[in-house]
């Protein structure tokens, strides 16, 4: 029952991911489009998609690429690291 559980859990994980990707897609076009409101509308969601998913970082790593690239386009900051 456990191992069914945990491949149902990890099928809904990639689902998430793949849905995510689809969101960070989407705002990049409605940013094309100078729509953006509805861009960080998308991008939001699936940043919250991303944040409850279980991935693998080898997996995640594309669509961590286009959340970058997405970050980029909406001219937002990523808070910067101090190192101790």
Do not use: H, W
């Amino acid at each position: 029952m456990r191992k069914a559980l945990a491949r149902m859990r990890a099928k809904t994980d990639r689902e998430l991911c793949i849905l995510a990707g689809r969101k960070l897609e989407q705002a990049l076009k409605l940013m094309e489009a100078r729509n953006r409101r509805e861009a960080m509308a998308s991008y939001e969601f699936a940043q919250r998609l991303l944040t409850v998913t279980q991935i693998p970082t080898l997996n995640r790593e594309p669509t961590e690429e286009l959340l970058a690239r997405t970050e980029a386009a909406l001219g937002l900051e990523k808070p910067a690291v101090v190192a101790a």
